[in-house]
């Protein structure tokens, strides 16, 4: 004998039988989007107070996060599970991430503080590849979820609704957390001293201010916030090896969204961000990979600083590290000419293995000459070149498989459709400069991505297109090499070409001083809008030589991390000279191959490098060659 259920109320819910009214349902999504913006919060406000004073575009943030998750499920998993405990592990995983940050602080990034901004990402992505192996090092390479203590996983009602309560307790401390540091900051001398050196730094320094003590609690403070960060996720989520970059991209966009340096702001884009994606999941789940980015976006055209951020002080383009473009040096002329020499006859002395890394790297090379054109003379850095690179990837790929155009057509509707995609954007970005320029490209990489991943019926998703093979007369591993040798190489030289002609002074012009470029009659926008272009356009013919290379095209040519490299392979080599990007693709392309196969720390070692590298050669590799050159001259 059963009993019969009573029929549901209109006006309640049974919890499965009744769909949940719309007030409710309204409800508990914006708590839900109000804890996940408490959470970014706390990460960003790190990130902001460690900018707004060492100016340090710290990469590594992200790390600090993932080592307060690591540590803090190590700490919470030996304490008992009552809420005081809880709170105490807090503490304590805050405390000592602090300490890490300020060790970081003391031993590397105190080495860097003058440096270039773009130096110290470069500087700071290394000391993400080292954390990342330690944490593999140390925990493993899985999951650690945090077993959930009763009182974590109950729940609050709230107008019929079953509300988690540990929710609440992260909406609350988002607000606590921003009133203790506006306390921290407008009340105490420390305070004082930190907001005059947000001002202006060297006047605190003639004050007599210990600016390395006032520095290193800086750090402290902001590696303490993402550590805590990190372990109040815990409940929600797991200690893994993809926090790091997950959250940083998510905390940049914050800062910038808000304006560089401002609490308030940060608080603000939390909020805004937070709420729009929990409502987007529901509304527009299609866009949730890419909603934080179109919200940046929309925001950057709108307001060019963030939504709280101020005018920068200098003209654009002064203090960004940008030096003057020069002719490479005779000794790098001699050895271009001799590796030239060397790479024409090398199809006949080296094996297919061999022949493939050499192919790598030319494209590699092309990719890196086109970021540093922008870079270098135009003064636009960019977080999303990869967008170029694979829009030009996936045109090749369109040309021969859906229009069975063949490998030429591809190689030229390559650039010219990344060229078009970069004008558009272009129109955009140019207006914009340092580090909102750079993120703004990002935005627009990561809509494309999420483009190419999400039109599974023209791109195949994440299968990607198969079956991009070069042409039968190019079927040759060393035919082939031979054409992506004359075409990178030739694309490269006629880069280098424009840079030395009026345009190209023009363009450095206008880099160094807009207002005086304008006063003479120069359109500034129009001169970086046509080095955008141009620098798309070159980075889409590599897209298009890397997609035969692989025979495939994958979502994964736009990704952020092809974005880094090629800002890394800029960096390494130099910004100085075009000489520059051909040595830093050869020789990051090179270390990370070796690396790769020669040890499981590839990450370690390869961070370990570039850490090396940009202490003893803070002007790039063949910036260094050149200056020692002119040095070895004046003696």
């Not at 599970?81 to 060790?103: D, Q």
Request: charged fraction near 10%.
């Amino acid at each position: 004998m059963s009993m019969a259920l009573p029929p549901c109320r209109r006006t309640k819910r049974c919890g499965s039988c009744a769909p949940p009214e719309p007030v409710s349902a309204l409800l508990v999504q914006l708590l839900s989007g109000l804890s996940g913006a408490s959470s970014l919060f706390l990460v960003a406000a790190g990130l902001t107070v460690i900018f707004g004073v060492t100016r340090v575009v710290n990469f590594s943030h992200g790390s600090l996060t993932m080592l307060g998750a690591y540590l803090g499920w190590s700490i919470l998993t030996r304490l008992p599970r009552g809420p005081e405990y809880f709170v105490l592990g807090i503490v304590l995983t805050a405390l000592a991430t602090a300490g890490i940050g300020a060790l970081i602080e003391m031993l590397l990034l105190r080495r860097i503080y003058r440096a270039p901004e773009l130096l110290q990402l470069l500087f700071t992505f290394g000391i993400v590849l080292v954390v990342q192996d330690a944490a593999q090092f140390l925990w493993g390479p899985n999951d650690l979820p945090l077993p959930r203590a009763p009182w974590l996983r109950s729940f609050v009602t709230i107008a019929g609704e079953r509300v988690p309560f540990y929710d609440l307790v992260l909406i609350g401390i988002g607000p606590l957390v921003l009133a203790a540091l506006w306390l921290l900051f407008t009340r105490t001398r420390w305070g004082t001293l930190v907001r005059a050196a947000t001002q202006d730094r060297e006047m605190v320094a003639a004050l007599g201010v210990d600016q390395r003590r006032l520095f290193t609690t800086v750090f402290a403070l902001g590696a303490g916030l993402a550590g805590m960060g990190g372990a109040l996720a815990l409940p929600d989520a797991s200690a893994n090896l993809q926090i790091d970059l997950n959250i940083i991209t998510d905390a940049f966009v914050v800062v910038v969204v808000g304006g560089l340096g401002s609490l308030p702001g940060a608080f603000l884009a939390s909020l805004l961000i937070g709420v729009l994606q929990s409502f987007g999941i529901v509304l527009f789940p299609q866009a949730t990979l890419v909603l934080v980015f179109v919200i940046m976006a929309a925001v950057l055209v709108v307001r060019p600083n963030g939504l709280l951020g101020r005018a920068p002080a200098v003209a654009r383009g002064a203090g960004q590290g940008f030096a003057a473009i020069r002719p490479a040096v005779p000794l790098l002329l001699r050895l271009g000419a001799a590796a030239l020499v060397l790479a024409v006859l090398a199809p006949l002395a080296v094996g297919p293995f061999v022949l493939s890394v050499m192919t790598e790297m030319l494209i590699a090379m092309l990719f890196a000459a086109s970021l540093h054109f922008m870079m270098g003379p135009g003064g636009m850095a960019s977080f999303g070149h990869a967008a170029w690179f694979g829009i030009g990837a996936y045109a090749a790929a369109f040309a021969v498989k859906g229009l069975a155009l063949g490998m030429g057509a591809g190689l030229l509707l390559a650039p010219l459709l990344a060229g078009v995609a970069a004008a558009l954007f272009g129109w955009f970005v140019v207006r914009l400069s340092g580090v909102y320029l750079a993120m703004l490209t990002l935005a627009f990489a990561q809509i494309v991505w999420a483009a190419m991943f999400q039109a599974v019926e023209i791109t195949g998703g994440d299968n990607g297109v198969l079956g991009v093979w070069p042409a039968p007369w190019a079927a040759d591993r060393r035919v082939f090499y031979w054409l992506v040798l004359a075409l990178c190489v030739g694309a490269t030289l006629l880069l280098r070409r424009v840079l030395y002609a009026p345009f190209g002074y023009a363009l450095r012009a206008s880099r160094d001083s807009e207002l005086r470029a304008e006063a003479i009659g120069l359109d500034t926008t129009l001169l970086r809008l046509a080095a955008f272009t141009l620098a798309g356009a070159a980075a889409g013919l590599a897209g298009g030589l890397a997609a035969f290379s692989k025979g495939s095209v994958f979502p994964g040519f736009i990704s952020i991390s092809r974005s880094v490299d090629g800002l890394l392979m800029v960096l390494l080599g130099g910004v100085q000279s075009m000489a520059g990007p051909v040595v830093g693709a050869v020789a990051y392309t090179g270390l990370f191959d070796l690396l790769l196969l020669a040890t499981d720390q590839w990450r370690a070692m390869l961070g370990l490098a570039i850490i090396v590298l940009v202490l003893v050669f803070p002007q790039g590799i063949a910036g260094s060659i050149h200056r020692l050159w002119l040095r070895g001259r004046e003696a």
